[in-house]
């Protein structure tokens, strides 16, 4: 089995049903005899061109480790599926398991965002 890389922009009004895509996805994989290494969802992001006359898109990356059949599988899901604007895939080398340096900008985004609390 190889491992995949696979970045998926989800349709804006879509974003509430992102965790129920995952866990499709998710189950899929794993009654193929794959694994799932790592899932980042990393929210509502603007995008660098307009799709579908849309600006902002949800984000989610997915590293996994599957067969070819597998792999189509999911691929035609996305293709067939009207929420995925545009997905990725990439072929890995290894197994991805720490934050991507994404995962890591969008929690330093998150962390500035937060009310700071004072401290008197």
């Known amino acids: 089995m190889r491992h995949y ?3 998926l922009l989800i349709h804006p009004d879509q974003s509430e049903q992102v965790p129920a895509m995952l866990e499709r996805y998710k189950s899929l ?37 599957c067969n070819i059949e597998t ?16 997905h990725l895939t990439v072929v890995k080398p290894k197994a991805e398991t720490t934050p991507s340096v994404m995962m890591k900008t969008v929690e330093r985004e998150d962390a500035r965002k937060a009310p700071q609390v004072a401290t008197a």
Do not use: P, S
């Open 71 to 86: 792999l189509r599988e999911l691929e035609t899901g996305f293709r067939f599926n009207d929420a995925v604007l545009r």
């Open 29 to 65: 994989i794993t009654t193929g005899g794959g694994a799932v290494h790592r899932v980042e969802d990393w929210g509502r992001r603007q995008m660098a061109y307009l799709i579908q006359k849309l600006a902002k898109a949800h984000y989610l990356c997915v590293n996994i480790e």
């Open 5 to 7: 890389e696979i970045v």
